[in-house]
């Protein structure tokens, strides 16, 4: 157990919804990192927070936002969805914003009909 | 932006044998390069990293080389057991501003056969 939780687990939606993903950083961890995992993409970096402020942005598409709240959790909100957002959604976290080691959660199923 | 090429896609063996997997990048000022074992199911967990001002690192059965030169780096498993049967993933990341942004191999399926 790496000490990151994620919510939920899957996530059952159609086409043109939108879904909240929550992330619970480890304990103390100021940073969190959400990538997303497809059959045919691999993982790929999303977006990146540190302490409730954008980090670092990687290929995220517009109908996706992020943030960080004072708590630290983190949301990623999916909007207008499509078929290949279908993916594992994964949530890490880290204690530095440039950290040797980033903890990874279980990860959101969501799969898109 | 960093591209990183991942090899082999799948990689099987018998018990005890070595299992050797590389990855190539391209942005010079990548400095930090980690190696993530993925069980079914679970996140990625981080097993061995090793950075650019190093050339080689071992833990135990792991260990990890660099070739900051020829920008690649490999990922050596001694003594194999079912157990290591997983996805493994290599990254790449650069450090100051964009030090979050870690660009991923597609991943190796391991299948230590008993």
């Known amino acids: 157990d790496s000490g990151v939780t994620q919510t939920p687990k899957h996530l059952i939606t159609a086409t043109g919804q939108r879904v909240t993903l929550r992330c619970s950083p480890r304990?103390?961890?100021?940073?969190v990192y959400w990538y997303q995992q497809s059959l045919d993409q691999g993982l790929q970096f999303l977006i990146q927070y540190y302490n409730g402020e954008e980090r670092a942005k990687g290929n995220i598409l517009e109908r996706f936002s992020a943030q960080q709240f004072p708590d630290l959790h983190s949301e990623l909100n999916l909007s207008s969805l499509e078929l290949g957002d279908s993916a594992l959604y994964f949530c890490a976290s880290s204690d530095l914003p440039s950290p040797n080691e980033q903890f990874f959660g279980p990860g959101t199923r969501l799969t898109v009909l | 932006g960093e591209n990183v090429e991942q090899h082999p896609s799948t990689l099987s063996v018998q018990e005890g044998d070595s299992a050797v997997i590389k990855c190539t990048y391209s942005d010079s000022a990548s400095n930090y390069f980690p190696w993530y074992k993925q069980e079914l199911g679970k996140g990625p967990q981080l097993i061995i990293d090793?950075?650019?001002?190093?050339g080689e690192k071992k833990d135990q059965r792991i260990a990890v080389t660099l070739n900051k030169t020829a920008k690649h780096f490999s990922l050596h498993i001694t003594e194999t057991q079912p157990e290591d049967s997983a996805v493994y993933f290599c990254a790449a990341r650069r450090g100051g501003t964009n030090a979050g942004k870690s660009t991923f191999g597609d991943g190796t399926t391991l299948t230590v056969k008993p």
């Open positions: 304990s103390g961890d100021l940073s």
């Open positions: 090793i950075r650019s001002n190093v």
